[in-house]
């Protein structure tokens, strides 16, 4: 206050006189003097700090005078005109100025600025929800979890062509490198660099030609290591077998290639021939070899077994200019056992050969032309085919039998597709045609079949030509009649399997349709989706999640009393239950009343006794079972069964009936010895009678007799409980039905059941979560 | 005489080669298999005798401790590397695979409070009772610390944030620090009571929670203001663990007391959620004293926590009651335990100078396993897991020998429950209706929470 008072004062003082500044100063210091108090200087902050402290804070009022204040910076303003605009609103701004409220009290103001804070970190917390959750759920969880930080190839090294293995290899990609078009290649390619996405692209086509070349790698390395003869075996039959299906495909697709194929199988052929077999390389001709010495007949014999294998790789000029002039080397017939020289084609054969296949191929061209009019006449079909195979069977062909079968699955199988194809259109046309159209289009359909199966039998042309000789492993005539019914029964074959085919294709399309819209309202659903739907994802692995406390010795204080306590008063009301409801049913006599009617359980293991007759009528069935009942009454017609079952069951019940304890003791005032009778009031005595048992289950059941007794071993292995997630008994008894072991069900089912759902890796540092799970990935799309 | 064989082709069961999948001749039909269960049964109920004979979790013992183990550290990048902290100041490094001490020195006067280990491995932070916060170097043998931080308060518990340069240490006031400066960079406090506990959280660094010794836990936030939120238990919060891999989840290890006034409680372990910390999301029953220390998994399915009743026990961490109890008759108190980093071994620490090393899972076979062999323990794995519910399999599972003086206190403790169930029934039953409600489990050990 008194300062105050002061510089009121001193502000009159200055505004009375202003002209004697130095006199001000020195009345100023005087009056200062005059004052006792010491001053308090406002303290200076020297270094940056985060705490202000309150006694730092002064209100300066004196420099107040030497203040600036906005007005005065206001004026200046106020002399341009384009400022005026300014200075108006500083003036309004001015105005509306109020002082700000007092500052809240510290706790306050604390407790407010901890809440935002705490909501900030609820929020932030909240990111990690759907993480969490998929982590909680997962049946597969690897860790350490998979981080995004994987190792970096150097992309050049990546990019590089892969060296080859083989020193072959390797000059190859030297040559090519050099070549001028390569690098020419190259030169553009720096022209225009790759985008990202290309490079991209050509990264993952490098890594997948990789990966295809190391499986090859894998799998040749594996089947090499085979050792098994028949494997080998089965592997080359399969391979030449796989080759002809292609030549034969290649034959109707495009003969001329087909031709060159056969050219290169030849030669294929003569080149294995010539290079393994019939050489004196084999056991037997080595053994010859070491006989040969002493043996004029194995001399010979191997003599002969070269002189073979040089005819057979010998080239046969096959042209037909020059063979006129030049002589052929005929080979001898020597051994007529040898199937591969038994007989050799002569030029004129292998021209005939040729011819034949350019009428095939003349044929089929001209087919192709006019390929709808052959398949309207079908009457016309048959008696081609048989014309047709006639030439077919002049052609000497390697094994016509499996050439023909072959011929044929391979039409089949070709022609299953388009049934296939044409059973969707059949599908698609449905709505509009009712089934008998759809039988008809069916009928077509085997028709077409026919005709173009009987066709392809003109395309037994297996045998040699151009520059190499072959001859048949076997000189065996094509039996038309044969070939006819077997077409016949591959007819009715493959028109069952189209059928069949089909109606499992309806099937399949229902379904789909089903599905799909389901699906599209999963989508719909799925799209509205929130935070608490995340929440409702569920195990795709339903487990038991037993939450127990450890057995430490605490459950096990049952004592015998208290059981049996229990099971009296389990008894009880059981025997209560019965009562009541014996007074309601009418009592029977079993004596005189006996149900003989089978009763068929709902089980779902294998009736064995009607195993085989599944396709019989009903009336068979209960023809058969009353035949069934005679025989058995017949069988038993003199015993009394009814007497002997209640005698049984008297037995049963009398067995089960807890005995009297006899604690009897002879000894005290008793006398000792052979057939003594204990005395009467003493067995009274110690007897300890036990009480009634409970009624038994089947005391009103005549012609049952329940052992109660028989489960209790087993009651002690029953489940008693429903476990934590399973909502219904029926899920669980399947979960416990359904088996795990390798036993039982495949091997690769059984991996997937029993994989652990968290795994870790030995010897693996698990670092914490990373923040980087939390970024969206950007999808690479290519 | 012609004698009639079974023969087989030995091509039909033979396989060509070692990595031949073997051939199984066999019809899966499960008509033909009617007693597909009552085998798989007999298997599961083989099985868990078989795991129970193997479950012997005791590795090993490191001795050479002159006073009692009071803190452990984890080394971030080797996992057969282990720091020890004891009461009289000693610091020792052990190698866990040979179980050998392979440097010791003394590092305080009084007690070693905390150790832990900077983010790349290379430092080890020591803080004691002498109120000095020591760096040591891992690389050479040093002696001397190669730094040294006089603080002005008291210091009780440390806790190093990931991947960065900064510490936190609580004591009086909770303090932030950074390395290579010699005072805390913020100073946090809410209220007066001094903070014997923090811990900083794995995967959101800047949150952190420490326990106080006014029976709350307090969150912060250290990037703005700092304390954030407090909850105040029933009882004083011992020790609190985040789990690393659930960001927002922790869990607290609690005191325990008996006979004060109607109520009792026994040492429980409290799972929060730091965004609703009003209500625990679980409980964790089943020791008998106070529990000391607790520690997550790295996989955050499980933690392991140290009593004072002398047990070791390990919980799965969304369930009530432990899954395994480990204890040896010469263990005292537990002072400290830690979950190694690879998930297999446990290490406890304890008044009698000795840190023990456990197996995580007790049956586990260790070392590399063949695959044929890995496949055989996941098939029994699941089939245990499939039988879990049915009464024989689960007695034995579950069945245990604890030490006499646990079977006791369990044995008075659920003579106390069971009294009190009994008292507060009769008081329901006569009062008004409504007057004396249920209060569920959970919300019987939060007494409020602190904006």
Same mark, same amino acid.
């Given at each position: 206050?008194?300062?105050?008072?002061?510089?009121?004062?001193?502000?009159?003082?200055?505004?009375?006189?202003?002209?004697?500044?130095?006199?001000?100063?020195?009345?100023?210091?005087?009056?200062?003097?005059?004052?006792?108090?010491?001053?308090?200087?406002?303290?200076?902050?020297?270094?940056?700090?985060?705490?202000?402290?309150?006694?730092?804070?002064?209100?300066?009022?004196?420099?107040?005078?030497?203040?600036?204040?906005?007005?005065?910076?206001?004026?200046?303003?106020?002399?341009?005109?384009?400022?005026?605009? %300014?200075?108006?609103?500083?003036?309004?701004?001015?105005?509306?100025?109020?002082?700000?409220?007092?500052?809240?009290?510290?706790?306050?103001?604390?407790?407010?600025?901890?809440?935002?804070?705490?909501?900030?970190?609820?929020? *932030?917390?909240?990111?990690?929800?759907?993480?969490?959750?998929?982590?909680?759920?997962?049946?597969?969880?690897?860790?350490?979890?998979?981080?995004?930080?994987?190792?970096?190839?150097?992309?050049?090294?990546?990019?590089?062509?892969?060296?080859?293995?083989?020193?072959?290899?390797?000059?190859?990609?030297?040559?090519?490198?050099?070549?001028?078009?390569?690098?020419?290649?190259?030169?553009?390619?720096?022209?225009?660099?790759?985008?990202?996405?290309?490079?991209?692209?050509?990264?993952?086509?490098?890594?997948?030609?990789?990966?295809?070349?190391?499986?090859?790698?894998?799998?040749?390395?594996?089947?090499?290591? %085979?050792?098994?003869?028949?494997?080998?075996?089965?592997?080359?039959?399969?391979?030449?077998?796989?080759?002809?299906?292609?030549?034969?495909?290649?034959?109707?697709?495009?003969?001329?290639?087909?031709?060159?194929?056969?050219?290169?199988?030849?030669?294929?052929?003569?080149?294995?021939?010539?290079?393994?077999?019939?050489?004196?390389?084999? *056991?037997?001709?080595?053994?010859?070899?070491?006989?040969?010495?002493?043996?004029?007949?194995?001399?010979?014999?191997?003599?002969?077994?070269?002189?073979?294998?040089?005819?057979?790789?010998?080239?046969?000029?096959?042209?037909?200019?020059?063979?006129?002039?030049?002589? %052929?080397?005929?080979?001898?017939?020597?051994?007529?056992?040898?199937?591969?020289?038994?007989?050799?084609?002569?030029?004129?054969?292998?021209?005939?050969?040729?011819?034949?296949?350019?009428?095939?191929?003349?044929?089929?061209?001209?087919?192709?032309?006019?390929?709808?009019?052959?398949?309207?006449?079908?009457?016309?079909?048959?008696?081609?085919?048989?014309?047709?195979?006639?030439?077919?069977?002049?052609?000497?062909?390697?094994?016509?039998?499996?050439?023909?079968?072959?011929?044929?699955?391979?039409?089949?199988?070709?022609?299953?597709?388009?049934?296939?194809?044409?059973?969707?259109?059949?599908?698609?046309?449905?709505?509009?045609?009712?089934?008998?159209?759809?039988?008809?289009?069916?009928?077509?359909?085997?028709?077409?079949?026919?005709?173009?199966?009987?066709?392809?039998?003109?395309?037994?042309?297996?045998?040699?030509?151009?520059?190499?000789?072959?001859?048949?492993?076997?000189?065996?005539?094509?039996?038309?009649?044969?070939?006819?019914?077997?077409?016949?029964?591959?007819?009715?074959?493959?028109?069952?399997?189209?059928?069949?085919?089909?109606?499992?294709?309806?099937?399949?399309?229902?379904?789909?349709?089903?599905?799909?819209?389901?699906?599209?309202?999963?989508?719909?659903?799925?799209?509205?989706?929130?935070?608490?739907?995340?929440?409702?994802?569920?195990?795709?692995?339903?487990?038991?999640?037993?939450?127990?406390?450890?057995?430490?010795?605490?459950?096990?204080?049952?004592?015998?009393?208290?059981?049996?306590?229990?099971?009296? *008063?389990?008894?009880?009301?059981?025997?209560?239950?019965?009562?009541?409801?014996?007074?309601?049913?009418?009592?029977?006599?079993?004596?005189?009343?006996?149900?003989?009617?089978?009763?068929?359980?709902?089980?779902?293991?294998?009736?064995?006794?009607?195993?085989?007759?599944?396709?019989?009528?009903?009336?068979?069935?209960?023809?058969?079972?009353?035949?069934?009942?005679?025989?058995?009454?017949?069988?038993?017609?003199?015993?009394?069964?009814?007497?002997?079952?209640?005698?049984?069951?008297?037995?049963?019940?009398?067995?089960?009936?807890?005995?009297?304890?006899?604690?009897?003791?002879?000894?005290?005032?008793?006398?000792?010895?052979?057939?003594?009778?204990?005395?009467?009031?003493?067995?009274?005595?110690?007897?300890?009678?036990?009480?009634?048992?409970?009624?038994?289950?089947?005391?009103?059941?005549?012609?049952? %007799?329940?052992?109660?007794?028989?489960?209790?071993?087993?009651?002690?292995?029953?489940?008693?409980?429903?476990?934590?997630?399973?909502?219904?008994?029926?899920?669980?008894?399947?979960?416990?039905?359904?088996?795990?072991?390798?036993?039982?069900?495949?091997?690769?089912?059984?991996?997937?059941?029993?994989?652990?759902?968290?795994?870790?890796?030995?010897?693996?540092?698990?670092?914490?979560?990373?923040?980087?799970?939390?970024?969206?990935?950007?999808?690479?799309?290519? | 005489?012609?004698?009639?064989?079974?023969?087989?082709?030995?091509?039909?069961?033979?396989?060509?080669?070692?990595?031949?999948?073997?051939?199984?001749?066999?019809?899966?039909?499960?008509?033909?298999?009617?007693?597909?269960?009552?085998?798989?049964?007999?298997?599961?109920?083989?099985?868990?005798?078989?795991?129970?004979?193997?479950?012997?979790?005791?590795?090993?013992?490191?001795?050479?401790?002159?006073?009692?183990?009071?803190?452990?550290?984890?080394?971030?990048?080797?996992?057969?590397?282990?720091?020890?902290?004891?009461?009289?100041?000693?610091?020792?490094?052990?190698?866990?695979?040979?179980?050998?001490?392979?440097?010791?020195?003394?590092?305080?006067?009084?007690?070693?409070?905390?150790?832990?280990?900077?983010?790349?491995?290379?430092?080890?932070?020591?803080?004691?009772?002498?109120?000095?916060?020591?760096?040591?170097?891992?690389?050479?043998?040093?002696?001397?610390?190669?730094?040294?931080?006089?603080?002005?308060?008291?210091?009780?518990?440390?806790?190093?944030?990931?991947?960065?340069?900064?510490?936190?240490?609580?004591?009086?006031?909770?303090?932030?620090?950074?390395?290579?400066?010699?005072?805390?960079?913020?100073?946090?406090?809410?209220?007066?009571?001094?903070?014997?506990?923090?811990?900083?959280?794995?995967?959101?660094?800047?949150?952190?929670?420490?326990?106080?010794?006014?029976?709350?836990?307090?969150?912060?936030?250290?990037?703005?203001?700092?304390?954030?939120?407090?909850?105040?238990?029933?009882?004083?919060?011992?020790?609190?663990?985040?789990?690393?891999?659930?960001?927002?989840?922790?869990?607290?290890?609690?005191?325990?007391?008996?006979?004060?006034?109607?109520?009792?409680?026994?040492?429980?372990?409290?799972?929060?959620?730091?965004?609703?910390?009003?209500?625990?999301?679980?409980?964790?029953?089943?020791?008998?004293?106070?529990?000391?220390?607790?520690?997550?998994?790295?996989?955050?399915?499980?933690?392991?926590?140290?009593?004072?009743?002398?047990?070791?026990?390990?919980?799965?961490?969304?369930?009530?009651?432990?899954?395994?109890?480990?204890?040896?008759?010469?263990?005292?108190?537990?002072?400290?335990?830690?979950?190694?980093?690879?998930?297999?071994?446990?290490?406890?620490?304890?008044?009698?100078?000795?840190?023990?090393?456990?197996?995580?899972?007790?049956?586990?076979?260790?070392?590399?396993?063949?695959?044929?062999?890995?496949?055989?323990?996941?098939?029994?794995?699941?089939?245990?897991?499939?039988?879990?519910?049915?009464?024989?399999?689960?007695?034995?599972?579950?069945?245990?020998?604890?030490?006499?003086?646990?079977?006791?206190?369990?044995?008075?403790?659920?003579?106390?429950?069971?009294?009190?169930?009994?008292?507060?029934?009769?008081?329901?039953?006569?009062?008004?209706?409504?007057?004396?409600?249920?209060?569920?489990?959970?919300?019987?050990?939060?007494?409020?929470?602190?904006?």
């Amino acid at each position: 206050m008194t300062v105050d008072a002061e510089d009121f004062d001193i502000n009159n003082y200055s505004d009375s006189d202003e002209g004697g500044e130095e006199e001000h100063k020195r009345l100023l210091n005087a009056i200062s003097k005059l004052d006792k108090r010491k001053k308090v200087l406002p303290s200076e902050r020297r270094e940056p700090s985060l705490q202000v402290s309150e006694f730092h804070l002064s209100k300066e009022t004196n420099s107040d005078a030497n203040a600036v204040h906005l007005r005065d910076l206001a004026k200046s303003l106020s002399l341009k005109a384009s400022n005026g605009e %300014i200075a108006r609103k500083l003036k309004a701004t001015q105005k509306k100025a109020k002082t700000l409220p007092k500052p809240l009290e510290k706790p306050a103001a604390n407790k407010i600025r901890r809440e935002v804070a705490f909501e900030n970190v609820k929020e *932030q917390l909240s990111q990690w929800d759907p993480v969490v959750l998929r982590n909680r759920i997962s049946d597969d969880l690897v860790f350490p979890l998979k981080s995004s930080k994987g190792t970096m190839l150097n992309p050049e090294e990546f990019l590089s062509p892969h060296q080859g293995a083989t020193e072959l290899e390797r000059q190859i990609a030297a040559v090519l490198n050099d070549s001028p078009s390569v690098q020419k290649e190259r030169e553009e390619k720096e022209e225009y660099p790759l985008s990202l996405e290309e490079m991209i692209q050509r990264r993952k086509e490098l890594a997948r030609i990789k990966a295809q070349e190391s499986y090859r790698q894998a799998k040749a390395h594996r089947q090499n290591k %085979i050792k098994s003869k028949k494997y080998h075996r089965h592997a080359r039959r399969e391979k030449i077998r796989k080759q002809i299906k292609e030549f034969e495909e290649l034959q109707q697709k495009d003969p001329e290639a087909a031709l060159q194929r056969l050219e290169e199988i030849e030669r294929e052929r003569a080149l294995e021939r010539a290079s393994l077999r019939h050489r004196s390389t084999g *056991q037997w001709a080595k053994n010859q070899a070491v006989r040969a010495k002493y043996d004029k007949e194995s001399r010979q014999v191997l003599a002969e077994q070269l002189k073979i294998s040089k005819d057979l790789t010998q080239k046969v000029q096959a042209d037909s200019e020059s063979s006129d002039d030049e002589q %052929i080397v005929e080979p001898e017939v020597a051994v007529s056992d040898n199937p591969w020289i038994a007989q050799t084609k002569t030029e004129a054969d292998v021209d005939s050969f040729l011819s034949g296949y350019r009428k095939y191929w003349a044929e089929k061209s001209k087919e192709s032309q006019g390929n709808t009019t052959i398949e309207s006449s079908n009457s016309s079909a048959p008696g081609n085919t048989v014309a047709n195979t006639s030439p077919g069977a002049d052609i000497q062909c390697i094994d016509p039998k499996a050439q023909n079968l072959l011929d044929t699955a391979v039409v089949s199988y070709s022609e299953m597709q388009n049934t296939e194809d044409s059973s969707e259109k059949i599908n698609e046309s449905k709505t509009v045609s009712g089934s008998t159209p759809e039988k008809k289009n069916l009928n077509k359909n085997r028709e077409r079949l026919t005709l173009t199966k009987r066709k392809p039998v003109i395309n037994d042309v297996t045998a040699s030509c151009g520059k190499w000789e072959v001859s048949p492993l076997e000189t065996a005539k094509v039996n038309v009649r044969s070939l006819v019914d077997m077409f016949d029964d591959l007819q009715e074959k493959i028109s069952e399997k189209a059928k069949k085919k089909i109606s499992n294709f309806k099937e399949q399309v229902a379904p789909q349709s089903n599905q799909s819209k389901k699906s599209k309202s999963e989508k719909r659903k799925s799209k509205t989706a929130d935070a608490s739907n995340l929440l409702e994802m569920k195990r795709q692995k339903v487990q038991i999640d037993l939450d127990e406390k450890l057995d430490e010795g605490m459950s096990a204080n049952h004592d015998f009393a208290s059981e049996l306590a229990e099971k009296i *008063q389990l008894a009880k009301s059981d025997s209560s239950e019965e009562k009541s409801q014996a007074s309601s049913a009418p009592e029977l006599d079993p004596n005189k009343f006996m149900k003989t009617g089978p009763i068929k359980l709902r089980t779902a293991l294998p009736d064995e006794v009607t195993g085989g007759d599944e396709a019989l009528d009903d009336s068979d069935v209960e023809e058969g079972e009353k035949e069934k009942q005679l025989t058995i009454s017949e069988a038993f017609a003199d015993d009394d069964v009814v007497a002997d079952f209640s005698r049984e069951k008297q037995e049963a019940i009398d067995k089960s009936k807890p005995e009297d304890i006899n604690l009897h003791l002879p000894g005290w005032g008793d006398w000792g010895g052979h057939n003594i009778k204990p005395n009467k009031r003493k067995r009274k005595r110690f007897i300890v009678e036990m009480p009634k048992p409970p009624p038994r289950r089947d005391e009103n059941k005549g012609n049952l %007799i329940i052992n109660e007794n028989e489960d209790s071993a087993a009651r002690a292995h029953q489940v008693s409980e429903l476990p934590f997630p399973f909502t219904s008994v029926k899920d669980y008894e399947a979960s416990v039905r359904a088996p795990i072991s390798n036993t039982f069900i495949p091997e690769s089912a059984h991996r997937k059941l029993i994989k652990p759902s968290v795994r870790t890796k030995m010897g693996a540092i698990i670092s914490p979560m990373d923040k980087d799970v939390l970024v969206k990935r950007q999808q690479k799309k290519l | 005489m012609k004698v009639k064989v079974i023969s087989r082709n030995p091509d039909e069961y033979l396989r060509e080669t070692k990595r031949d999948i073997h051939k199984v001749q066999r019809n899966y039909d499960p008509a033909l298999h009617p007693l597909e269960a009552p085998r798989e049964y007999a298997r599961a109920l083989n099985s868990v005798k078989l795991e129970r004979i193997f479950a012997k979790p005791f590795l090993g013992n490191l001795e050479g401790h002159r006073d009692g183990v009071s803190c452990l550290a984890k080394h971030p990048a080797t996992l057969s590397f282990l720091a020890s902290g004891a009461y009289d100041g000693e610091i020792k490094f052990w190698d866990l695979p040979q179980r050998v001490c392979k440097r010791s020195f003394q590092a305080h006067d009084g007690y070693v409070r905390g150790l832990t280990f900077t983010p790349n491995g290379e430092n080890l932070l020591s803080m004691g009772d002498d109120k000095t916060i020591k760096t040591w170097s891992m690389e050479e043998e040093q002696e001397e610390p190669t730094n040294t931080i006089l603080s002005k308060t008291v210091l009780i518990s440390m806790s190093h944030q990931r991947s960065t340069n900064r510490f936190v240490t609580c004591g009086e006031v909770c303090q932030l620090w950074e390395h290579g400066r010699n005072e805390p960079i913020r100073t946090y406090q809410w209220g007066l009571d001094s903070l014997h506990h923090v811990s900083f959280n794995q995967i959101e660094t800047h949150l952190l929670a420490a326990c106080a010794s006014d029976r709350s836990v307090i969150l912060y936030d250290t990037r703005d203001s700092g304390p954030v939120r407090k909850v105040v238990l029933k009882l004083k919060a011992n020790s609190l663990c985040w789990n690393p891999m659930e960001a927002f989840n922790f869990t607290v290890a609690n005191e325990d007391f008996k006979y004060v006034s109607k109520r009792f409680n026994i040492g429980c372990l409290y799972t929060f959620d730091a965004r609703q910390m009003r209500v625990p999301v679980n409980v964790h029953m089943d020791h008998v004293g106070a529990v000391v220390d607790v520690d997550y998994s790295p996989t955050g399915k499980e933690f392991v926590s140290g009593s004072y009743d002398k047990t070791v026990r390990i919980y799965e961490a969304h369930k009530g009651h432990s899954r395994e109890v480990y204890h040896t008759k010469r263990m005292q108190r537990l002072t400290v335990v830690s979950w190694s980093l690879d998930n297999k071994y446990i290490m406890s620490g304890s008044d009698e100078m000795n840190i023990r090393v456990w197996k995580a899972r007790a049956a586990e076979k260790l070392g590399a396993l063949k695959p044929r062999e890995k496949a055989a323990l996941n098939y029994h794995q699941a089939l245990r897991t499939k039988f879990a519910q049915h009464p024989q399999i689960k007695r034995i599972a579950r069945h245990r020998h604890v030490p006499k003086h646990i079977y006791n206190a369990q044995k008075e403790q659920q003579a106390m429950r069971e009294k009190a169930k009994r008292k507060e029934g009769n008081l329901r039953k006569h009062s008004k209706k409504g007057a004396v409600p249920f209060i569920p489990e959970r919300k019987k050990h939060v007494v409020r929470e602190h904006e």
